[in-house]
Nanobody, 121 residues
Framework: QVQLVESGGGLVQPGGSLRLSCAASGTILKVNDMRWYRQIPAKERELVATISSGGDTNYVDSVKGRFTISRDNAKNTVSLQMNSLKPEDTAVYYC???????????????WGQGTQVTVSS
């Protein structure tokens, strides 16, 4: 059984910073790409940032220069440092991972439970 557990959400004023973390635990052989998505009510989930197992990163245009995704392969964790936050960044943020559990033939997708980020004065 694999779990992704997120932490670090909360309420912050515009211009402030938050750091989200996500830890994968359970039977894990290898973690491939890890991602952060976000979702607001009545809208589709949006891919915010991706990091490959080798450390290559990609961001949605709206967060470039403000958000930084990073990972610790030894601990199977991924983080999202969010700076210069705007009210439009308000959403539930979800951690996602592609990973192998007991063999390297079958890759599975796992999601975290989500953590609320609210940017408001």
């Amino acid at each position: 059984q694999v779990q992704l557990v997120e932490s670090g959400g909360g309420l912050v004023q515009p211009g402030g910073s938050l750091r989200l973390s996500c830890a994968a635990s359970g039977t894990i052989l290898k973690v491939n790409d890890m991602r952060w998505y976000r979702q607001i009510p009545a809208k589709e989930r949006e891919l915010v940032a991706t990091i490959s197992s080798g450390g290559d990163t990609n961001y949605v245009d709206s967060v470039k220069g403000r958000f930084t995704i990073s990972r610790d392969n030894a601990k199977n964790t991924v983080s999202l440092q969010m700076n210069s936050l705007k009210p439009e960044d308000t959403a539930v943020y979800y951690c996602f991972a592609h990973l192998f559990t007991t063999n390297l033939r079958n890759q599975y997708q796992y999601w975290g439970q989500g953590t609320q980020v609210t940017v408001s004065s």
